[in-house]
């Protein structure tokens, strides 16, 4: 920027007819660049918070997913625990203990 104000200032006192136009070709191409490079960091920052935003809208996602996957394994753990312990009632309890099938399944 310093440099910029400085042409800036050697164009408003050039005197030179031949020196001018190329003081002022420098200025308007150091002019352009400035443009430029404020549209390139005003989109860069865009696609920056366009991309924060993405990340925690997934990682909100995640989590609920999480929550969910754990809710089911919690589930079917004790779904797994019942079923076991109904498995071993029932062949226990229908079947006389001195039958040679509940040993068997009581010996798994």
């Known amino acids: 920027m310093m440099i910029l104000s400085e042409i800036l200032n050697l164009f408003l006192v050039c005197v030179n007819p031949v020196i ?9 191409s150091l002019l352009e ?5 404020a549209i390139w960091s005003s989109k860069e920052k865009a ?7 993405k990340i925690r809208l997934y990682n909100i996602q995640i989590e609920s997913l ?3 996957m754990s809710e089911v394994c919690s589930k079917q753990g004790a779904f ?3 079923n076991k312990t ?8 229908w079947r006389s203990p001195f039958s040679t099938i509940n040993l068997f399944n009581l010996l798994r």
């Open 20 to 28: 001018c136009p190329v003081v002022q070709h420098l200025a308007n």
């Open 66 to 68: 999480s929550k969910e």
């Open 33 to 37: 660049m400035e443009e430029e490079k």
């Open 86 to 93: 109904q498995n071993f009632l029932a062949t226990s309890v």
């Open 47 to 53: 696609l920056t918070e366009a991309v924060e935003e």
């Open 80 to 82: 797994y625990s019942e």
